[in-house]
């Protein structure tokens, strides 16, 4: 499936304040125009917008790590309606009652790392080794 050159990642949006969240707003945007210099000033107003871009392309958009319902309407409109036909959208996030009432297409539910893996990870972001001296 062809999303028409429109990819978007948007990472930590469950981390970010409200500064941090009118830059993803404003690189979601970005992404959609594909146009610099954005002026961007409200969250709530900057919805419209990003609603009005989301119906005229088919895009593949990716929220990571939402950890609450509020922020996924900050990105993406609860009404399928606003999305063109073909469009996905992916959300990560460690509460799974949050997608209970999102209707969702399908539900993937990822199996939690070993002590063994856990370690592995761990070690290589703290030492930049496998495995701790």
């Known amino acids: 499936m062809e999303f028409e050159g429109v990819v978007s990642l948007l990472e930590n949006v469950g981390v970010a304040n409200q500064d941090t ?3 993803l707003q404003k690189r979601l945007l970005h992404d959609l125009l594909k146009v610099q210099g954005l002026e961007m ?6 919805i419209n917008e990003i609603k009005t871009r989301l119906c005229q392309k088919r895009i593949l958009l990716v ?3 939402i950890t609450e319902k509020h922020q996924i309407e900050f990105f993406s ?3 399928r ?11 990560t996030t460690r509460e799974e009652w949050l997608l209970k009432d999102l209707k969702e297409d399908d539900n993937y539910m990822l ?3 070993g002590s063994k893996e856990s370690l592995q990870l761990m070690s290589g972001h703290a030492f930049g080794k496998d495995q701790p001296k």
């Open 111 to 113: 199996p939690g790392l």
């Open 41 to 46: 000033y409200d969250l709530n107003s900057n």
């Open 81 to 91: 309606e606003w999305f063109q036909y073909g469009s996905r959208i992916l959300i």
């Open 63 to 65: 929220l990571d790590n």
């Open 77 to 79: 409109p609860r009404d």
């Open 21 to 23: 969240l009118l830059l």
